[in-house]
């Protein structure tokens, strides 16, 4: 069962609840995908931390063979290619890897070379397999490593995707190949307004999906009241709580400490796979 989490913005609790559902459950594999800002293999403090480059093709020209007919730089839909006096000047930070450029050249002027881009780090913390992903400073695209990531996948009985934030480029590749997504809101305006994008998005891809309201607090929740009047399934509310901020705070796995959160995070689990039967 691969469950991915995702939040329409930064700061809903999103990898509170990846954790926690991993940390819950009997054996799990944690993914993190959120590349730009990877913080789960905070709480879990892997051991034994296994590190991989991950690299990316980028095209190379040969000066010498280049007749600056300009072909390749006509194709490239992303800008990377510019033709400056006769010769072709690559800007590798935008490249796309997509080939057309190797293609289409007529003079066999542009080859493959690899670029790096960032890494994938992988440990055990207990029971839960952690693989994080780190986009090196600087890089504008984060897509490739996350590919990586979810294709090196170990199979297992629960694995839990951590998105990143938002509704973008990065989201879409780290749910493609997800069972069921769970989606975290807060109780704001702002929370309700870009759930709503999250929640467009599952629908695109057609996937199973609940909501988690997280720091419910007594007074209106305008994200529960955008699930009611809209049919989105809500799977749990979870309360705001200073001693479970507290916890969060100092890198604490919070259900490792609290029974309640970890009998809460246990009916998820089994909500979801309820959910998943056909």
Do not use: W
Not at 90 to 114: M, N, R, W
């Amino acid at each position: 069962m691969r469950i991915a989490v995702l939040s329409g913005k930064g700061g809903a609790g999103k990898t509170f609840v990846a954790v926690s559902l991993a940390a819950a459950a009997k054996q799990a594999c944690y993914i993190d995908c959120d590349v730009e800002e990877p913080n789960g293999n905070l709480f879990f403090k892997p051991e034994e931390e296994r590190t991989r480059r991950v690299s990316v093709m980028i095209p190379k020209f040969d000066d010498e063979k280049c007749t600056g007919c300009g072909l390749c730089t006509d194709f490239c839909r992303f800008n990377a290619l510019a033709l400056v006096r006769g010769r072709v000047l690559l800007f590798k930070e935008i490249c796309h890897s997509c080939g057309g450029c190797v293609l289409l050249c007529p003079e066999d002027a542009a080859d493959y070379t690899q670029r790096e881009i960032g890494e994938i780090r992988e440990g055990t913390s207990g029971s839960v397999h952690v693989l994080t992903g780190m986009l090196d400073t600087g890089e504008s695209s984060g897509v490739p490593l996350v590919q990586e990531l979810i294709s090196n996948i170990p199979s297992g009985e629960t694995e839990v995707i951590d998105c990143p934030p938002g509704s973008a480029c990065l989201v879409m590749e780290s749910i493609k190949t997800a069972d069921y997504c769970v989606l975290v809101s807060e109780p704001t305006t702002f929370g309700a307004h870009d759930l709503a994008m999250a929640v467009e998005l599952v629908r695109l891809f057609r996937k199973p999906a609940g909501v988690i309201l997280n720091k419910c607090l007594p007074e209106k929740n305008p994200a529960k009241e955008y699930c009611l009047q809209t049919g989105v399934n809500i799977l749990a509310e979870i309360s705001f709580d200073r001693e479970t901020g507290k916890l969060l705070s100092d890198a604490k796995v919070a259900v490792n400490t609290s029974p309640y959160l970890k009998a809460q995070f246990l009916d998820i689990l089994a909500t979801i796979k309820k959910e998943m039967r056909p």
